[in-house]
């Protein structure tokens, strides 16, 4: 059981380069999440799915998308990277029940230049 | 979602037993109350979560008082691996469409020997 695991763990871009950031859980939770954490600073929802075939933006949705493959993996693509961009990212996932408990992976760390 | 304030930062020694206070003035009926703690370079972990009076696990214990407006988190005879940042967060469950927790800055607690 690995719980939830992001892809890649570091990551250069160029500006106006593009990816996609992966995040697979196997929990079978429902629910998955993006956030953003920049340096000394909270975390920042940037999308969030409550189920499969859904999502909604979160706090800071601009300059991103989002794909619920599936029930698994929620993926976080930027389209044309920009410098503000450069932060941590974290991918969470909760069960659908009455409980707050998510789980966060180990995050990826974005430096855009 | 309720706004909360939590204290920027607190400073404590190994032994010592350590009060957070959070506090949530707006916070609606069916709200919970949800503690998070985050090492660094680490996604955050879930430490309690309450509704009222007073919850207690293995870790920590949560104090709400009748009114909820604000919430204590009380972590037992710290120690230096307890230096962290904890975060109160305060979310309602919206059961079919989920909810996304989210977080502020955060109270970073170090302790020192």
């Known amino acids: 059981n690995a719980g939830v695991t992001q892809t890649p763990k570091f990551q250069v871009l160029k500006t106006g380069q593009s990816m996609t950031l992966q995040c697979a859980q196997d929990m079978n939770h429902n629910s998955m999440y993006w956030y953003r954490q920049d340096p000394g600073m909270g975390l920042r929802l940037i999308y969030y799915s409550a189920s499969e075939g859904t999502t909604d933006k979160g706090e800071v949705p601009n300059g991103y998308n989002v794909s619920r493959l599936n029930k698994r993996e929620f993926s976080l693509r930027l389209e044309s990277a920009a410098p503000s961009q450069t932060s941590v990212y974290f991918c969470?996932?909760?069960?659908?029940?009455?409980?707050?408990?998510?789980?966060f992976g180990p995050g990826t760390r974005l430096t855009v230049t | 979602l309720a706004k909360t304030t939590q204290p920027i930062s607190m400073d404590s020694y190994e032994g010592q037993e350590v009060n957070i206070t959070c506090s949530h003035n707006?916070?609606?009926?069916?709200?919970?109350i949800t503690w998070y703690q985050q090492f660094p370079s680490q996604g955050p972990r879930f430490i309690i979560q309450?509704?009222?009076t007073k919850v207690t696990n293995e870790v920590a214990s949560l104090f709400i008082p009748a009114d909820r407006k604000s919430s204590t988190l009380s972590l037992p005879r710290v120690s230096l691996s307890d230096t962290a940042v904890y975060y109160c967060?305060?979310?309602?469950?919206?059961?079919?469409?989920?909810?996304?927790?989210?977080f502020g800055k955060g109270t970073t607690l170090s302790v020192s020997s």
């Open positions: 309450g509704y009222k």
């Open positions: 707006n916070i609606a009926t069916n709200d919970y």
């Open positions: 969470a996932s909760r069960t659908r029940d009455s409980s707050y408990e998510q789980y």
């Open positions: 967060l305060v979310g309602v469950w919206v059961n079919q469409a989920g909810t996304a927790l989210i």
